[in-house]
């Protein structure tokens, strides 16, 4: 029975991962890539290790894991928004494809400006 | 444990997909996104590893890179978001 279970958990997780493969190659720029490669392989990833917990079953397997899960899944947001709000800072017209409302427009300055001094943006 | 085998087959197909974005990637960001997603594929991977030569140090392994993985992302946005291109 919890052969099954685990096995379900690592499948799930295993195809997360290649969705989030294929959205990277194809999706069509950068924020939708950051966006997809987040979603997907941070619930991949924490499926993958649920599945592996429960197919090792003992209590260290239990706790590591598990700790691993927790880390995962408050992460995998807070990177996937890091990654993004780099990838319009660097390049703001590499992200026009998708971005159809820009919140951003007025907060940042423009690229090759440098910050101005005492601002919170960096 | 063929199931097994098949997952670790398709973390590697994931993994080939990143490096191919990373080689294609127009922006550095994409490249940092691309290697994201290789660093979760070989994290998945050393999971499965557990799983098939009953390893249990691997636990640690998995553990460490998942911290690891997400300071390096902070560390690269930081970077990228400075606009050095």
New interface residues.
Partial sequence: MSDVVG?AF??L???L??I???A??RLPD?LA??NA?AKA?GL??AS??LG?AI??G?T??YV??G??IV??FV?AP??GH??G???Y???PE?TSATLTHDDLAGELPP??TPPASGTAH? | MT??DL?LA??G??????L??VALG?????R???T??CL??V??AV??T??RTDA?QF??V??VA??L??LA??A????????G?
């Fill in positions: 096995n690592i499948v997780g295993v195809l991962i290649v989030a493969g294929v990277v190659l950068v890539r950051a490669a392989s991949g990833l993958i290790f592996a197919h090792i003992t260290d397997a590591k894991l700790l691993a880390i995962q992460s807070v990177a890091v990654l709000r780099a990838a800072r660097s390049s590499e690229r090759g960096r | 199931l097994v997952a398709g973390l197909l994931a993994f080939a997909m990143g191919l974005r127009p922006t550095v960001a994409d940092a996104v691309a994201d997603l979760f594929s994290i998945g999971t499965l557990v799983l249990a636990e640690d998995v553990l998942t911290m993985g997400f992302t902070i690269l946005g930081a970077l990228i978001g400075k606009g291109e």
